[in-house]
């Protein structure tokens, strides 16, 4: 199927849009085009990444903070303090990526919705990408949720604007997560429980409960920030059904019950010492289906203390998973796949061992 740009109304977006598209010449029909239709066109857009993409520039925060996050979201905040603490020393926190230093660069924890380290945004993405990635999106969406999930610029989110729909990449990510998922598992008939492992600031968790009214979420996390962050905006969003539990409690009082694991960008920054501390919890958990997203350009692989990465398929099928599916954010749309907004290929794998 082929998506035109609707008639350009005022918003910014659209208009940044029009300016890219007459630059492009009907680029986005060729992003979303059915391949047959796309071969020739594709070949003759020898600049067609420059479009999509930007320089790797960061914006300066902006967005609505709640007055009580200015006096929470600290530092010296006694309960991150305390979680700090906790973590100290954790198999898990084995960290090459996620060291203290660059959370601390990398994160302002009242703008924690901003294009960083947990989410990249606009630093990567010109507004075609984004504008290109909603019109896929509402395509393939069958629950209908970019319509009903609300976005805000609360905690700096980068908003944007589709044809009156204000969306961000948490959002549109959450809304082809939650589609993907729901083809395998009956999210909105009976009820099911997720364990997020690297669950940011509790994206998918709150995108998840409020689309799928039997949800259970839990949330566990090895950055102490990312819990702590997390806790407050799970209760800020009033989402009930989503709990935050620490990371010594997982091993302390393990979950039962887990229907499903799921691993987003995480498992990729992490090193595989810690990866294997992971997969053992889920075989221990006896956890049946696991869900990872990973980066198309990263596969399956840690990061290493060094830089190296490693293949870390092999320990997943070591803990008794097998593959079930891989999907493609992008499924359809090879363009996409390469210039959408931060492709991501999507392994689900079901134990084999219970
Ligand atoms: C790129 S963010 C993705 C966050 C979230 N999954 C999402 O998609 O919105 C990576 C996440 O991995 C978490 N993380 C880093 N090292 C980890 C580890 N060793 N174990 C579990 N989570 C980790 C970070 O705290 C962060 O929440």
Known sequence: MCVQAAPSRTAPLRQSVK????????????????????HGAITALARISSLFRHDGRIKRPSGTIPADAFSYLTNNNERL??????YQGHPACNHSQWSPAS??????????RADNMYLYQSRRYSPLS?????AFTKQV??????????????????????????????LLDSVLESNILSRFLPLDARPISILDIGSGYGR????????FAKLQYYCVDAIPESTFISEYYLKFRRADRCTCVPLDEITKTPLRGIDLAVNIHSFPECQSSA???????????????LFVGVAKSLGLTSRERDGRRQDFLGRIEQAGYRIKAIVSKFEGAPVLQKEGLYPTDYYLFRQSLV
Not at 159 to 169: L, N
Not at 206 to 211: K, P, Q, W
Not at 275 to 289: E, G, R, S, T
Request: glycine share 6%; no cysteine; hydrophobic share 50%.
């Open 204 to 211: 998918l968790a709150h995108r998840m409960t409020m689309a």
């Open 81 to 86: 303090r305390d979680l700090r603490l906790r």
């Open 103 to 112: 959370v601390m660069h990398g994160i302002d924890m009242r703008y924690f």
């Open 141 to 170: 969406d069958r629950h209908g949720l970019i319509d009903l999930l609300v976005e805000d610029d609360y905690f700096g989110a980068e908003v944007f604007d589709f044809h009156g729909k204000a969306v961000s990449r948490d």
């Open 130 to 134: 984004f504008y290109a990635t909603s």
């Open 19 to 38: 300016r890219t598209l007459a630059a492009g010449q009907g680029l986005l029909s060729v992003a979303l085009a059915k391949a047959a239709n796309r």
């Open 275 to 289: 990866i294997a501390w992971w997969l053992d919890q889920l075989k221990l958990m006896a956890v049946p289906w």
